[in-house]
Structure formats: C-alpha cells, structure tokens
C-alpha cells in the first residue's frame, strides 16, 4: 500500500492545531450501505461506517495479522473445539451497558438466531458460548473452526448493546466503537459523533464523521476538489491523474483482498429458469466472450489485477491450475451450439448503477455480443440489487465481494447450501463436504488441496465466475493527517486529524 503524496502540511502544523478547527471527518462512500445491523448487513460501505461505529472482538492490522479489540487475548484448545477469550475491562456501549461476556453470548446467539442473520454461516461451529466471568468467555465449538478468528475480526465479532435488540437495531445501531450514532438520512447522510467514554478516547482526535454516499465517481471528486469533502474511497482509477496533479490533494492505494465478477441464479425461483441459470455451458461460453484484461486496462488504467477464482494470484490458496482464462469467441460459439441453444440467447444482468460498474458491463455486452449473446443491462442502486439477490429477482448480477484474511471468507458463504450470500441457491453437496472440512482443518496444505478439488468443481458448473481483483484507491485532502489505506478496505480513524 501506500499514499504517493506526503501530507506535509498537515505533519508541519502538528496537533496542537488540530484542536482549534472544527474536527467532522466527511466522508465520500460511492453507495448507501444497506441495513447498520452487523447481522443482517451485506454491503461493504455498511462494513467502513461499522468500522468507526462498532468494535469487534478482534481487529485486522494492514499487514493482515488478527490483533485485539475488545477481546485482549485467546487460546485455542489442542483440539480445536474451545476458544478462550479475555475481554477487555472497562468499555461500554453507547447507552451506558457495560461491555462483558454475557454481552459477547448474547450477541453470538443473535447472530445464530436472528431469522434473517446473514452471519449464520459464518458462526455455525459455535455450538455454545459460555460466560465464565465478567472478562472471560468460551466459545465450544461442534469441530475446529479455521477461519472463525478470522470471522469474529469482522460483523460476526461486532459487538451491540444487548439492550438495544429489542428496538429496531438498523434505524440506531448501539455499539461500542469510537463514534456513536447520530442520525441518517437515507441516500443523503449518516451522521456519528464522538464516544466520549470510548475505551482507546486517546487514539480519536475528530469530534465526528459524515459518510455521504455518492454514487457517481466524477461527482464525488468534484466535492473532493472542492473541499466539501475530505476524503473519497473508490476513486476511479482513470482520476488518479487529476487526484495527483492537485497540490491541494492527495492519493492513496492499497491492494485489496476481493474480487468483482458475475453471480448466476441457479435455482433461486421463477428467474433461474433460463439458459444460463440451467446451463454451465453457456455460463463458460459468456465467461470465455470476456477480455478481462481489456476491462482492466479501458475502465481501470490497468490499476486493477484480471482475475480466475475466488483468491487472487498472490493468495498462498491460489490454484495454477485455473489461470485467468484468455478470451477465445471460437470456444464460445461452439460451447453455445453443443447447449442446442435455438433463437435469440438473451441474459438479463443486473448491475449496479455506479458509473464504473456500469462502463464494465457495457464492455461485457459489447464482447458478449460478438459470441451471439445479447445482455439486457439492469443499473440499480447497490442496496436495492442485494435485497432482488436475495429474494431471486435477477438471472445475473455484476457484483462482488471485498475480500477476507482467510479464503474461507471468499468463498463459503457463495456457494454452500446454507451460505449466507448464496443469492443463486447453488447446492452441491461434494462442494458442501469439502468446504466444511477446510474449515476444520488447521493445516494450510491440507486447506489448500481441498481448496483446489473445490475449484475443480466450481470451474466446472461456474454458478459464478470472476473478473478481477480491486484494488482499493481513495482520493484525500492534504488536511488530513494520518489516514492510512489497508487491504479490507476499511477507513479507520483511529489517530486521522484534519486541518485547514
């Protein structure tokens, strides 16, 4: 990672200059996030204002090592069935609760029992969290659990107040994090102030944060330029040049950990019964019509990484034997005609409606149409294109997934019967076995064979298929000081200050 203009401004004026000026971070998100309750959450702008809004258990440093949050130290029985927590001492939630074990048991349990919880799948080993004292809490587990550490350092580690479950959550979230919740207006603003009471206090020097969300990139930079906001995340990459040609402003960039491609409903209702919902074969053909490096290099400035599977190439996971697969329209034709397709072959694909998602769909269509199949483009606002996911109102979408520290994060919830994030109800029961043994094993050569007879699988039926990997590139005011891009993509505040 690394931000190619130094703040200089900001570092010469020091703190003692910060405390003068008016401390509101603002904040341009390229969405609206969805619902702010960490279990029914879906989006990743949901997961930056969360980050500022709700501590977890444990936290992800840029290097991509677990450290602690509000669970100051584990262990991990010989056997993999019992993690050991120490909590921290003295932290409260937003309306005074205190934060202790049986706040850790009540918040698991929500996650594993809330009827439309997205965080099931991640936290099913737990089979039981008892509350051995105020500051110590153990987690018995059906079988060892790879990458539940990994899960509780995201929304299945985010703690709420337990008094709060009854109320409706999303409308005022109560967390414990840095900053609490103010007000939202939505598609306008989400407003947090200051947690005075905050356990790490010191680490905060605004005395609040503003996320706007903006879905168009040229229109977020113009707020930037101007000075209405002070920071941006996914700038597009083709505004790089004019974010580093500003004196006034500065460019950040880290490599991100996900991915961005096409997601097909297989046998969620009445719109997987199409060709590509029941056909592999045509799913490989529009895979095979794409030139992802093309994308890359027209809509991203060659910024971004083409991709083939579910980690990227610098993934120990990675498997050679799936390279990023070349474009051939011969392959594609040929695999349209042994499908018998008769007529027109038409896909309708949803999209959402940010202007590079949309730049990279038109190109799809465009390459597509060369392999004799037609795209009907659905732009919708991101949250809204979740919710049709979810209730299978969509043959395909362009959409994607912001990476997790473990490749379980990128892949089990998609493609498992009873994963969280399944939207296409893809259920294949070999796939079901193998993942759930890469989560029980704690070997990373084992992970990474049974990793790869699961590509084996996947590549074959494609009830998804991928197109690149992104990096994360923010636009920032030379005001800000101490702004630091990592790989999740989160914008943390902890020590971030601004000037004027």
């Given at each position: 990672?690394?931000?190619?203009k130094?703040?200089?401004?900001a570092?010469?004026?020091?703190s003692?200059?910060?405390?003068a000026?008016?401390?509101?971070?603002?904040?341009?998100?390229?969405?609206?996030p969805?619902?702010?309750?960490?279990?029914?959450?879906?989006?990743?702008?949901?997961?930056?204002v969360?980050t500022?809004?709700?501590?977890?258990?444990?936290?992800?440093?840029?290097d991509?090592?677990?450290?602690?949050?509000?669970?100051?130290?584990w262990?991990?029985?010989?056997?993999?069935?019992?993690?050991?927590?120490?909590?921290?001492?003295g932290?409260?939630?937003?309306?005074?609760?205190?934060?202790?074990?049986?706040?850790?048991?009540a918040?698991?349990?929500?996650?594993?029992?809330?009827?439309?919880?997205?965080r099931?799948?991640?936290?099913?080993?737990?089979?039981?969290?008892?509350?051995?004292d105020?500051?110590?809490?153990?987690?018995?587990?059906?079988?060892?659990?790879?990458?539940?550490?990994?899960?509780?350092?995201?929304?299945?580690?985010?703690m709420?107040s337990?008094?709060?479950f009854?109320?409706?959550v999303?409308?005022?979230?109560?967390?414990?994090?840095?900053?609490?919740f103010k007000?939202?207006?939505?598609?306008?603003?989400i407003?947090?102030?200051?947690?005075a009471?905050?356990?790490?206090?010191?680490?905060?020097?605004l005395?609040?944060?503003?996320?706007?969300p903006?879905?168009?990139?040229?229109?977020?930079?113009?707020?930037l330029q101007?000075?209405?906001l002070?920071?941006?995340?996914?700038?597009a990459?083709?505004?790089?040049?004019?974010?580093?040609?500003?004196?006034?402003?500065?460019?950040a960039?880290?490599?991100?950990?996900?991915?961005?491609?096409i997601?097909?409903?297989?046998a969620n209702?009445s719109k997987?019964?199409?060709?590509f919902?029941?056909d592999?074969?045509?799913?490989?053909?529009?895979?095979?019509?794409?030139?992802?490096?093309?994308?890359?290099q027209?809509?991203?400035?060659?910024?971004?990484?083409?991709?083939?599977?579910?980690?990227?190439?610098?993934?120990?996971?990675?498997d050679?034997?799936?390279?990023?697969?070349?474009?051939d329209?011969?392959?594609?034709?040929?695999?349209?005609?042994?499908?018998?397709?008769?007529?027109?072959?038409t896909l309708?694909?949803?999209?959402?409606?940010?202007?590079?998602?949309?730049?990279?769909?038109?190109?799809?269509?465009?390459m597509?149409?060369?392999a004799g199949?037609?795209?009907?483009?659905?732009?919708?606002?991101?949250?809204?294109?979740?919710?049709?996911?979810?209730a299978?109102?969509?043959?395909?979408?362009?959409v994607?997934w912001?990476g997790?520290?473990?490749?379980?994060?990128?892949?089990?919830?998609?493609?498992?019967?009873?994963?969280?994030?399944?939207?296409?109800?893809?259920s294949n029961p070999?796939?079901?076995?193998?993942?759930?043994?890469?989560?029980?094993?704690?070997?990373?050569?084992?992970r990474?064979?049974?990793?790869h007879?699961?590509?084996?699988i996947?590549?074959a039926?494609l009830p998804?298929f991928?197109?690149?990997?992104e990096?994360?590139l923010?636009g920032?005011?030379?005001?800000?000081?101490?702004?630091?891009?990592?790989?999740?993509?989160?914008i943390r505040?902890?020590?971030?200050?601004?000037?004027?």
């Amino acid at each position: 990672m690394k931000i190619r203009k130094v703040l200089f401004l900001a570092a010469i004026m020091g703190s003692t200059a910060f405390a003068a000026q008016s401390q509101t971070l603002r904040i341009g998100l390229e969405s609206d996030p969805d619902a702010l309750d960490p279990d029914k959450s879906r989006t990743f702008v949901g997961r930056i204002v969360f980050t500022a809004l709700c501590d977890k258990l444990i936290d992800v440093t840029p290097d991509l090592e677990l450290v602690p949050q509000l669970a100051t130290e584990w262990t991990v029985s010989e056997d993999g069935k019992t993690i050991d927590m120490t909590l921290r001492e003295g932290v409260t939630f937003h309306d005074g609760t205190p934060f202790d074990a049986e706040a850790v048991k009540a918040n698991i349990e929500r996650s594993q029992t809330l009827e439309d919880s997205v965080r099931k799948s991640e936290v099913s080993s737990i089979e039981s969290v008892e509350a051995v004292d105020a500051t110590h809490v153990k987690l018995h587990l059906s079988a060892p659990d790879a990458p539940l550490l990994a899960q509780l350092a995201d929304r299945s580690g985010m703690m709420l107040s337990p008094a709060s479950f009854e109320g409706d959550v999303a409308a005022n979230p109560v967390c414990s994090g840095p900053f609490k919740f103010k007000s939202r207006v939505a598609q306008d603003k989400i407003e947090l102030e200051k947690y005075a009471e905050y356990w790490n206090a010191d680490a905060i020097q605004l005395d609040a944060v503003t996320y706007l969300p903006i879905p168009d990139s040229t229109v977020r930079l113009a707020n930037l330029q101007s000075g209405d906001l002070d920071l941006i995340n996914r700038l597009a990459a083709t505004d790089v040049q004019a974010v580093e040609g500003n004196a006034d402003l500065a460019f950040a960039r880290a490599d991100g950990l996900g991915y961005q491609g096409i997601t097909f409903n297989t046998a969620n209702g009445s719109k997987s019964e199409n060709p590509f919902g029941q056909d592999a074969r045509l799913r490989e053909a529009l895979s095979l019509a794409i030139d992802r490096e093309a994308i890359n290099q027209v809509v991203f400035a060659g910024l971004n990484a083409p991709a083939s599977q579910f980690v990227s190439a610098a993934s120990p996971y990675f498997d050679p034997a799936y390279p990023v697969p070349a474009r051939d329209l011969e392959k594609a034709k040929e695999l349209i005609a042994e499908a018998g397709v008769e007529g027109d072959l038409t896909l309708e694909l949803q999209a959402p409606n940010r202007p590079e998602n949309q730049r990279v769909v038109q190109m799809i269509q465009a390459m597509a149409a060369e392999a004799g199949i037609k795209i009907d483009i659905v732009a919708k606002e991101f949250a809204t294109m979740l919710a049709d996911q979810q209730a299978g109102d969509f043959q395909a979408s362009q959409v994607g997934w912001s990476g997790r520290i473990d490749p379980d994060g990128n892949i089990y919830g998609f493609v498992s019967t009873d994963g969280g994030f399944n939207d296409g109800k893809y259920s294949n029961p070999e796939i079901d076995r193998i993942l759930a043994e890469a989560r029980a094993v704690s070997d990373p050569a084992k992970r990474k064979e049974l990793y790869h007879q699961a590509n084996e699988i996947l590549m074959a039926e494609l009830p998804l298929f991928y197109i690149y990997n992104e990096a994360w590139l923010y636009g920032v005011s030379s005001g800000i000081e101490g702004f630091s891009p990592s790989p999740d993509g989160m914008i943390r505040l902890e020590g971030v200050a601004k000037s004027e």
